[in-house]
């Protein structure tokens, strides 16, 4: 029963990694811009794609493509905020969010059949000579590929919290976040925050995808299902906090995993979004911020 | 009475007189599925578009509706008792969701409503996972023309509540309430009372909507009726045609079926990249949709001379 437990536990925050990884670019744009961009996960989507295809077309292996994942969508990041999100800035916050969700609505339909034209509608996987081995810690396994997405998704968001709170364009970035009109006013160039952070967060969407494939197959179809976790996290742990996203991320993963196992896999989605309910309503500012 | 006035009757009329004049059952169910998208559009229209308030847990009503009149129809209970407790569950459905929900601002009024409706929706198909299929004799009776004039009936309804809402202190009321609810409330409008009302409104007509497909369609799988894609083409419908407008719902109805019918038969997915396409550009530089587009170009024909007088 413990080692049936531990073992749930440990998928969970192996699970969870990757929930908080696919959440803190949304929570990042949402924090810096105010905009809350709904096709989040349809960049995580692309971002499997391109480990996919750099797999099926030269062997890349899907850790290495997080090296080519990342630059992609920033890019595509980068493009999507000059064509769609960049002229949302001059409204005010209400409206901003508004129209950023109807935004990525409309961007959701559009990259997802983009993709189905593109790739077609099927599941694709990739199978590097590792996958399926484990790591046996008592009675407990640990799939290594999934170890390996944790271990570069906490690596990932340390490195990012470090960006955040040390250099110098991360600060930028935080104070604009924290106040933009005051932020304008000691010479911070607005525009380019929003830029770079938008980006940014594509950026990290296209990482989490990569990481995603590593375990889980891609199709045109995952987006929504991230985008869901993605926004279950970052009111967990509270909107624009990193810190606060990842350990809100790790938490859903366990407790999916916990009620998939007492409850029944059939609800284990259900628990997660009750979950997110129950946050809202009592605790709407995040389980996981100050 | 206006020319407008009178293509409007016209149209009704010839709506009504549909099934006797065609034999036609493609063209009797196309009218039918119109109407349906329609109330569901409108009904969708009627928080979201003149209350402001984005819910993306549509299909929740509409998938209640669904359920319950189906199963009350099939148990035995007339069709309209079991489409009026349809509509009743999806109301007070609204009123249980909508009282927490619409004290949440920013995005999680949007976001919560979604997490509902997957919630209802991922249950609905643990709890009933069997595909419901219209028993025997109901199969051996089936007809078209009562589903196409009770669609067109609940169609009508969710339209002319629209226009009520352009015309009455209620909607008035709304309408500040979206534009500005701090405005609003100093000015002596409960905007938080607007708001549950409309979204009672907006849920129960969802509902009726989703009666009359429970009604309508011969076997489906329960957990469909509840599919986020019945929030999703709402949305993508009533923008279409024009957001917080009485006929932006209708037109865009008209012109999603018509071109998903036009173009699935090249390609499947294509209607959808061309409807995503389209969304942006209204969203981003068209907020107002056809409506808003069509009156524009009547505007610019009017500022002619000969125009401004016939206006005039």
């Given at each position: 029963m413990t080692a049936i437990l531990l073992q749930n536990g440990v998928f969970g925050v192996l699970v969870g990694g990757l929930y908080g990884l696919g959440a803190v670019g949304l929570s990042l744009a949402f924090g810096v811009l105010?905009?809350?961009?709904?096709?989040h996960g349809e960049l995580i989507m692309l971002g499997g794609y391109a480990s996919v295809w750099l797999f099926a077309l030269a062997r890349i292996d899907p850790f290495v493509a997080v090296l080519v994942a990342a630059p992609l969508l920033f890019l595509v990041g980068a493009g999507l905020f000059r064509a769609l999100?960049?002229?949302?800035?001059?409204?005010d916050e209400t409206q901003r969010i508004k129209t950023s969700i109807l935004i990525g609505f409309g961007l959701t339909l559009v990259l997802q059949t983009l993709a189905i034209l593109l790739w077609d509608a099927d599941e694709r996987a990739v199978t590097p000579g590792y996958a399926g081995q484990v790591l046996a810690l008592g009675r407990v396994v640990v799939p290594l590929s999934r170890l390996g997405a944790l271990v570069l998704a906490f690596l990932i968001l340390g490195g990012l919290h470090l960006f955040l709170t040390r250099s110098r364009a991360g600060t930028a970035i935080r104070a604009t976040a924290e106040d933009e009109q005051a932020a304008a006013l000691v010479g911070i160039p607005v525009e380019r925050i929003y830029l770079t952070a938008f980006a940014l967060a594509a950026a990290l969407a296209g990482v989490a995808g990569a990481l995603v494939s590593v375990s889980d197959a891609i199709s045109p179809a995952i987006g929504l299902h991230w985008t869901l976790k993605a926004l279950i996290v970052i009111v967990l742990g509270g909107m624009g906090n990193v810190l606060g996203t990842f350990v809100a991320g790790l938490f859903l993963g366990v407790v999916e995993s916990m009620s998939g196992f007492l409850l029944g896999n059939a609800y284990r989605e259900v628990v997660g979004l009750a979950l997110f309910l129950l946050v809202l309503g009592v605790r709407p500012q995040g389980l996981f911020s100050r | 009475m206006t020319p407008a006035r009178l293509a409007v009757l016209a149209a009704l009329f010839a709506l009504l007189t549909l099934p006797q004049v065609t034999a036609s059952r493609t063209l009797l169910t196309w009218t039918f599925l119109i109407a349906l998208n329609v109330a569901l559009a409108q009904s969708w229209n009627?928080?979201?578009?003149?209350?402001g308030q984005v819910n993306l847990g549509h299909a929740a009503f509409f998938g209640l509706g669904a359920l319950v009149t189906r199963n009350l129809w099939f148990q035995g209970l007339g069709l309209l008792p079991a489409l009026g407790l349809g509509t009743a569950v999806a109301a007070a459905a609204g009123l249980l969701v909508g009282a927490p929900s619409l004290r949440l601002h920013g995005p999680y009024f949007a976001i919560g409503t979604l997490a509902v409706a997957e919630i209802l929706r991922i249950t609905v198909g643990n709890l009933l996972p069997e595909v419901s299929t219209l028993p025997g004799p109901a199969l051996a009776g089936y007809a078209l023309a009562p589903r196409y004039y009770l669609a067109l009936a609940v169609a009508a309804l969710t339209t002319v509540a629209a226009w009520q809402l352009t015309r009455s202190r209620f909607g008035y009321g709304l309408a500040a309430v979206r534009e500005d609810e701090a405005v609003a409330e100093a000015s002596g409008v409960p905007a938080f009372r607007h708001k549950l009302a409309a979204f009672v409104l907006s849920s129960a007509l969802a509902g009726a909507t989703g009666g009359v497909f429970g009604y309508y369609h011969v076997s489906f799988y329960p957990q469909f009726a509840f599919s986020p894609l019945w929030t999703f083409d709402a949305l993508l419908m009533t923008f279409l045609g024009g957001?917080?407008?009485?006929?932006g719902p209708v037109a865009g109805a008209a012109v999603f079926l018509l071109l998903r019918e036009a173009l699935a038969l090249t390609l499947v997915e294509l209607h959808l990249l061309l409807f995503g396409v389209l969304f942006l550009v209204i969203v981003l530089a068209?907020?107002?949709g056809f409506v808003e587009a069509w009156r524009a170009l009547r505007a610019r024909t009017a500022a002619s001379p000969a125009g401004a007088a016939a206006r005039k």
């Open positions: 105010r905009m809350l961009n709904v096709a999100f960049r002229h949302l800035a001059r409204a | 009627l928080l979201s578009g003149f209350g957001v917080g407008t009485v006929w068209l907020p107002g």
